[in-house]
């Protein structure tokens, strides 16, 4: 038998496992609906719908575009 000290601890412990599982669990289930969403949209079509929470707005279809492609030209350009 444990004392009630290491008990309450024990207990505590329990809890917080359960409560870490349950939180894997949740962001397990929308990391992989944000992968099924990405997944069956095209590269514009994801920027249109993350522009608005990241920028505040909607960009046109031509300005992201050209700002997909300065960042791919960028991100190839070898520096040095």
């Known amino acids: 038998m444990w004392s009630p000290r290491r008990q309450a601890l024990a207990d505590e412990h329990e809890?917080?496992?359960a409560e870490?599982?349950?939180t894997t669990d949740r962001l397990?289930?929308?990391l992989d609906i944000s992968n099924t969403?990405?997944?069956n949209l095209e590269l514009e079509?994801?920027?249109?719908?993350?522009?608005?929470p990241?920028?505040?707005r909607t960009c046109s279809?031509?300005?992201t575009t050209r700002s997909v492609n300065t960042f791919f030209e960028r991100?190839?350009?070898p520096t040095g």
């Open 15 to 17: 809890a917080l496992l």
């Open 20 to 22: 870490a599982r349950n």
């Open 28 to 30: 397990r289930l929308i």
């Open 37 to 39: 969403i990405v997944a």
């Open 45 to 52: 079509d994801l920027l249109q719908v993350v522009s608005v």
């Open 54 to 56: 990241v920028l505040g």
């Open 61 to 63: 279809r031509c300005s």
């Open 75 to 77: 991100s190839r350009t």
